[in-house]
């Protein structure tokens, strides 16, 4: 029975690990066979399908169709518009002033993902999936205007033609939306996102999206990128770059994290607390636990909850007193006027405790 209740308590342990270090883009690319992972890694030319229907039927998708191709072609793809010619995958755009929702379930699996297909969006959006050998492959992705009613909107902005403003403005989010970046990692090209990543005059939030992206791919080539980009001037990058890293759970990463938890910024000191959380974990590195226990000493909940968080991943018996002394008091500390950063952090406390008595049981 005790052996029985010890495997149980394994399992349970390195499911919840499992569990932290799986990511979207991971979980995606489980359901392709070897052979199509192969295809998708190795697309180049591109079928672009764009089609912009309105109210009043389908309209010209030229515009549309050209920020789709100029932004394609940023990631150094071959994009075509012509299906006479030769091509490895068709990406397709459905743009729509009232959408017609298409594609997930109502709820669970890829519909719960982020920029999925809602469906009680009922007002303009654009639609993205794409096609290998004519299949639809199950990634799908949307972005919206910010109103729902093209023509309320329209009219309250005196621009006319509904239908054509609801298309302007869906091509202003094509524009900003990271659609490329979120579609090569499904495809695997990492290669491409690096590159983009230094291309001149790219934004910092697209520089975030990427080095997310980056992570999800578990790309060891990007490690020294990313590890540069813990000094980047814009915070989301250099958080972005922290949690990516830990994603990774590349060795090497343990030194710059630790630094980055040590000296950066309070916002940049939280993602780097998560990151080590997830690399000491994979790697069983307990030298992670003395600086964590002593990032423990602070003001800021946010950092101490993720702190919190990271010393149960590598359960050890040296984090469990000092947590124990922050979680006494606030099992006081109940009821609806409570700070939501406190809740987390009880949260988390519960669940670290649990994970160093669990752990020193099963030894």
Sequence with gaps: MNRLRRLTCVGLTLGMLLGFLTTEAFARREVFSPEQK???????????????????????????????VRRMKELGYTTLTDPAQAYDLVFNVKCE????????????GDADLPDSPSRVWKGP????????D???????????????DAALASAEAKAGDPGAYAMSKLKDRLEEYS????????????????????????TAARKATIITQLGDLFAIEAVPRLQAALKDP???????????????GHKESIATLLDALKTGPPELRVAAAKGLGQVGALHGDTSIIPPLIEALNTDDLALKTEVVWALGKLPDRRAYEPLFQIYKPLQRVSGPDTDPQIIKLKEALNWSLKQIDTWEYIQ
């Design 38 to 68: 192969a295809r998708l890694e190795k697309a180049d030319r591109l079928l672009i399908d764009v089609i912009a229907i309105t109210d009043q039927g389908t309209v010209d998708s030229g515009p549309l169709a050209e920020v789709v």
């Design 97 to 108: 002033q009232s959408k017609s929702w298409e594609g997930t379930m109502a709820s669970g």
């Design 125 to 132: 959006a654009c639609q993205f999936s794409y096609l290998l």
């Design 134 to 148: 004519g299949k639809k492959m199950g990634w799908r992705k949307e972005v919206r205007t910010n109103f729902q």
């Design 179 to 202: 659609f490329p970046a979120l579609v090569t990692a499904e495809w695997g090209q990492d290669q491409r996102l690096l590159a983009l990543l230094d291309r001149p005059g790219i």
């Design 234 to 248: 814009d915070p989301n990058v250099a958080k972005a770059a922290a949690v990516a890293l830990g994603n990774i």
